[in-house]
């Protein structure tokens, strides 16, 4: 038998990878579908949307654009904290009692010195924009809601994440584009960059996927779990690393608009809390990620 898991935020990034992760494997999970169309900041539209109640939920959906949270940080707020605080209460009010996993962000703990890498769970976070504001507001608020409830919360903080299908305002997809257009003809060998020699811990989603299932398994209620793959790499060596693999020969040229004030130079994270509570481990290789990118970049393009 089954059981049911309730996502949220479907249609993005992740939220398609799960939806295709549920359909292809043998899970134990069957996502369960809703009747109707809901909207997180609109509670009414919540009513009446479990015909079945779900046995878990993966809290997904979001604002998760950091110069979007700047530009509008009222409408960021509202989205991910008190669009949080009505799904917990339809929840409540239909008698849901399942394993809640809110997905936060590595973003929330801000600037770290080098001194204090990799980041542990044990970092005081520090957020340094509106959107990891909105997180750890959420964050606290699932927490307690698991206290006064009863209910099983957990809290995932994702570190970047790379993947097919990822809109090419975030990088990797941004340069992968490029490159395709490049071997395509439609734009000169020049790949326009921001800030591109700071590090990050890249994280393929298909590994991100399975350590949100692994934790509706196996994490501890009321804890919060990083997941990242433990190891920095920079910008820098990811695009070459997509050109290498396209063979395309290409010029980076910084592009003032796409520079973003990057206070924090380097950011790797310990997955160790996680693994131990878990077993997981990462599985994709940046090769394999880079790879499946550009492909899908390569289909994309052509249909631009």
């Known amino acids: 038998m089954k059981k049911r898991l309730f996502v949220t935020g479907l249609s993005g990034f992740v939220g398609q990878h799960i939806q295709s992760r549920l359909k292809a494997s043998a899970s134990e999970w069957e996502l369960l579908t809703v009747p109707s169309r809901y909207d997180l900041g609109q509670p009414d539209s919540l009513e009446g949307l479990?015909?079945?109640?779900?046995?878990?939920?993966?809290h997904l959906a979001g604002q998760t654009f950091v110069p979007e949270a700047f530009r509008d940080p009222a409408r960021t707020l509202n989205i991910n904290l008190l669009g949080t605080l009505n799904l917990l209460?339809?929840?409540?009010?239909?008698?849901f009692k399942g394993t809640f996993l809110y997905v936060s962000s590595g973003d929330v703990y801000g600037q770290v010195s080098e001194a204090q890498l990799p980041i542990t769970e044990l970092?005081?976070?520090?957020?340094?924009?509106p959107y990891a504001v909105s997180k750890l507001s959420a964050e606290f608020l699932c927490l307690q809601w698991g206290l006064s409830e009863g209910w099983p919360v957990l809290v995932a903080r994702p570190f970047n994440h790379i993947g097919t299908g990822?809109?090419?305002?975030?990088?990797?997809?941004?340069?992968?584009r490029q490159i395709n257009r490049i071997k395509q003809g439609l734009q000169a060998p020049q790949l326009e960059v921001g800030d591109i020699d700071v590090t990050r811990d890249f994280l393929d989603v298909g590994d991100v996927i399975s350590a949100y299932l692994a934790l509706l398994e196996k994490g501890t209620p009321g804890q919060v779990y990083n997941i990242c793959s433990g190891r920095e790499q920079s910008i820098r060596s990811l695009i070459e690393q997509l050109g290498d693999l396209a063979q395309v020969n290409m010029q980076l040229i910084q592009d003032p608009a796409r520079m973003r004030r990057a206070d924090q130079r380097r950011v790797c994270g310990s997955h160790a809390k996680l693994a131990e509570a878990t077993g997981w481990m990462p599985e994709i290789t940046t090769q394999q990620s880079l790879r499946a990118i550009l492909s899908d970049w390569e289909k994309r393009v052509k249909e631009e």
């Open 89 to 95: 209460q339809g929840l409540k009010a239909r008698g």
């Open 166 to 176: 990822q809109k090419d305002s975030f990088v990797i997809a941004s340069a992968a």
């Open 123 to 129: 970092q005081p976070p520090c957020p340094r924009n």
């Open 50 to 58: 479990w015909p079945e109640l779900p046995d878990a939920v993966i």
